[in-house]
């Protein structure tokens, strides 16, 4: 690639897409330092899509705070699936616990967050290895 920088145009599409690369390169390498990186964000695309589906619905919620209630409800759903758990069982094990917390105290909040190592099994999706 750096070698067809020097036949391209500056201002023509490749140009600037070769030009775009090099400026990139360097964070692009970043991808080969871990393997457990992904190549592509086709993760991240499907897990907005209930929002992209979602949205239309949002319309409908009557209130900007129904609609903030229905955002925040789809972000936590969506975060407990990236975390590989058990959505129903991670609902009422959140929703139990939150009465029982000081929800001003961080430290607690982050213990019921869907990617503490605090969670129980039981809500954990098990590999099937």
Known sequence: MLKEIKNAL????LGKAL????KHLPGLK??????SLEVDNNAAERAIKPFVI?????LFANT?????????IYSIIET?????????RYLVYLFDNLSKIDISDSESLENLMPWSD???ENIKIKDKR
Do not use: H, Q
């Open 54 to 58: 979602g949205r239309k619905n949002f």
């Open 64 to 72: 900007a705070k129904g609609a903030t209630a229905s955002s925040n």
């Open 10 to 13: 500056p201002r023509s599409p």
């Open 30 to 35: 970043n991808i080969l330092l871990d393997g």
């Open 80 to 88: 407990a699936k990236a975390n590989k758990l058990v959505v129903e």
């Open 19 to 22: 030009d775009y690369a090099k």
């Open 118 to 120: 605090k969670i129980p």
